[in-house]
């Protein structure tokens, strides 16, 4: 079936170095892609998007990479922060009626002081 | 910004009791989804709705029902709790085709 992954399940990285997070997903169709940040005991936080007409967005010291050949999708963290540390989440889009989303089952990211 | 209020953050309740788990969002978003999250399996949607009074089953529906009689409020009815229902509960909301959803808090439930 098809499916939205993850290759790291948990990526440790040093305060101040940058953090790559990457996603797999396998539905050449989906246009619309989103990454998402959970801390500890709360709900999911939009941080960036992209769609498929874009190989990049940035945001504030987060990048979001599209790559649309070997369908990859990355998130790029700048000076990882120790408010950084959560669980992120790639989620996709197939642009099915009602907007569902196919969410990655996560990547937990530890920023080590 | 869209705020998606769940109306508990933590709840304690007894095997067999009815659970209701509110869930109101502000921005008038058509979509509204019923998520629930345990460690290991991610995010598995119970229910979701595109209008008002309108429902449709996610991918773990038994044991549980929904309401929307209003635009802005989604309600997940567990009818009679069990242990197995002990998890995270998450509300999201989103608009129509190609915005990402806005989740609440979460509600942790526990059942006893």
């Known amino acids: 079936g098809e499916s939205v992954g993850l290759h790291l399940p948990t990526l440790s990285v040093q305060e101040g170095d940058n953090s790559i997070i990457n996603c797999a997903y396998s539905n050449s169709a989906s246009d619309y892609f989103i990454w998402y940040k959970q801390e500890s005991g709360k709900g999911p936080q939009f941080i960036i998007d992209i769609r498929s007409n874009m190989d990049k967005r940035q945001g504030q010291r987060v990048t979001v990479l599209l790559n649309k050949t070997v369908k990859h999708l990355s998130l790029q963290i700048a000076a990882t922060q120790p408010g950084d540390s959560a669980v992120y989440f790639c989620?996709?889009?197939?642009?099915?009626?009602?907007?569902?989303?196919?969410f990655g089952g996560g990547t937990r990211l530890m920023v080590k002081p | 910004d869209v705020k998606v209020t769940q109306s508990s953050r933590y709840l304690v309740k007894r095997t067999g009791e009815k659970v209701f788990l509110e869930c109101v969002q502000d921005m008038d978003h058509e979509n509204m989804f019923w998520y629930r999250q345990d460690p290991g399996l991610g995010l598995r949607l119970i229910y979701f709705s595109y209008d008002v009074k309108m429902k449709e089953k996610g991918d773990i529906p038994e044991g549980y029902s929904v309401s929307r009689e209003k635009k802005e409020r989604f309600s997940l009815i567990l009818e009679s709790a069990s242990t197995n229902q002990t998890s995270m509960y998450l509300c999201a909301s989103s608009l129509n085709e190609g915005y990402g959803y806005t989740f609440g808090s979460g509600t942790r439930l526990t059942v006893v």
């Open positions: 989620a996709e889009n197939k642009g099915d009626a009602g907007n569902m989303l196919t």
